[in-house]
């Protein structure tokens, strides 16, 4: 399955289903998460050779006993976990921070996820909650996988752009401003902004993305605002400045295909870095346990190219971990690199002496022309709207 291939053999509602019981048959299907216990649908006669159905509720064991004895495999629902083991889409801002508005950042639905996630292992997780968060996981996947079919029939493939940089950069900072100012014009140019969902240069590029449909200058209003607030490790008035933002400056509608890609992009964290508070401005989020398989998707979406903001020992790492891929083709044809802050990626972090030879000595062809260095948001633009 490419990035953007949806499924046309998953149910994932009761309007769905009952389109398919029509037929008489729901044979090879996989139902995913469609409650079967409200005004149950007949199933008595309709061919369940090889469907699947994944954390749906039933009536009762013997009705999901009988699907069996049919034909059907039943993967079912996990009750004791915080977090739903089938997600059939992906997370909002609002679904994360549910609960902050009666008890705070330690009772927000993100936060409740984490403690418990540490609280079973943590990256060693015992195996029954190793199982539940690979089945939560595969669902967050199966919501994404739609979620970028949705966006590229809008959109057209190739022009999703990652973000990357340091997740300490506070809030109203020039790197922080940059990055929100980048975000706001590869938005509007109608690319997707991608980024790994945690606080400093990728929060700032979703807060971007999600006030691209504002004037620039309401931008610059609303990080002045979040400034007031600029460390993460506040986790309290952190969280509450981000929300007051999205009350101020409310996300439009959705409503056309794709969207959602103009009202904050796409976010890609994880529950290794719970500690952080959620990035709260994404238009979808996708979260998952695994940091691996999380990191490798993130590169595997930004087909278009990707940003390198000054960051540190995670950021370097991305940069590498692209420069494999793009070096292999591994997903195909990359985008270019484009690294912000020349100062910084020359004398700090030397990486253009390291990637350039690297690339040129790629199988598929000298590849070192995609490696730009710039301080210029202007030129960053030019440079990813053209190749992608």
Not at 103 to 124: I, K, N, P, S, W
Not at 136 to 142: P, T, V
Not at 222 to 243: E, G, N, V
Request: proline residues 6%; glycine residues 10%.
């Amino acid at each position: 399955m490419t990035p953007y291939d949806g499924s046309p053999d998953e149910v994932e509602s009761r309007a769905e289903l009952d389109t398919h019981l029509a037929t008489g048959s729901l044979a090879g299907l996989t139902v995913q998460g469609v409650r079967l216990d409200l005004d149950p649908p007949d199933l008595t006669t309709v061919d369940l050779t090889g469907t699947t159905f994944v954390g749906c509720r039933f009536a009762s064991l013997e009705v999901a006993a009988e699907l069996v004895r049919r034909g059907a495999h039943v993967v079912p629902i996990f009750e004791d976990t915080p977090y739903p083991t089938h997600p059939s889409q992906l997370y909002s801002p609002e679904d994360l921070a549910a609960g902050f508005s009666t008890g705070g950042f330690e009772a927000m639905y993100d936060t409740v996820v984490y403690r418990h996630f540490l609280a079973h292992g943590g990256v060693q997780p015992d195996i029954r909650e190793a199982l539940t968060q690979r089945l939560h996981d595969h669902g967050i996947d199966d919501g994404l996988s739609d979620s970028m079919a949705d966006w590229a029939t809008a959109a057209g493939p190739d022009k999703a752009i990652g973000v990357m940089g340091g997740h300490a950069v506070p809030r109203g900072s020039d790197p922080y401003r940059l990055a929100a100012a980048l975000a706001w014009r590869l938005t509007r140019a109608g690319r997707l902004v991608v980024t790994g969902g945690g606080p400093g240069v990728m929060e700032a590029a979703n807060l971007g993305s999600y006030l691209s449909g504002r004037p620039e200058d309401e931008l610059a209003t609303a990080i002045d605002r979040l400034a007031a607030a600029p460390d993460f490790r506040a986790h309290d008035p952190y969280t509450a400045a981000a929300l007051a933002i999205r009350t101020a400056w409310p996300a439009a509608v959705e409503g056309e295909q794709g969207g959602w890609a103009r009202r904050g992009g796409l976010s890609i964290p994880t529950w290794l870095y719970g500690h952080e508070p959620a990035n709260l401005f994404a238009g979808r989020i996708a979260k998952y346990f695994s940091n691996a398989l999380r990191e490798d998707i993130i590169l595997r979406l930004a087909r278009g190219g990707l940003v390198f903001a000054p960051g540190r020992a995670g950021t370097v790492q991305e940069v590498f971990q692209a420069a494999t891929k793009t070096f292999y083709a591994t997903d195909g044809a990359s985008g270019p690199f484009v690294f912000l802050d020349q100062r910084f990626w020359t004398d700090v972090q030397p990486i253009e002496v390291l990637l350039r030879p690297l690339l040129a000595a790629s199988p598929h062809g000298d590849l070192a022309g995609l490696v730009h260095l710039t301080d210029s948001v202007d030129e960053a633009v030019s440079i990813l709207v053209r190749r992608s």
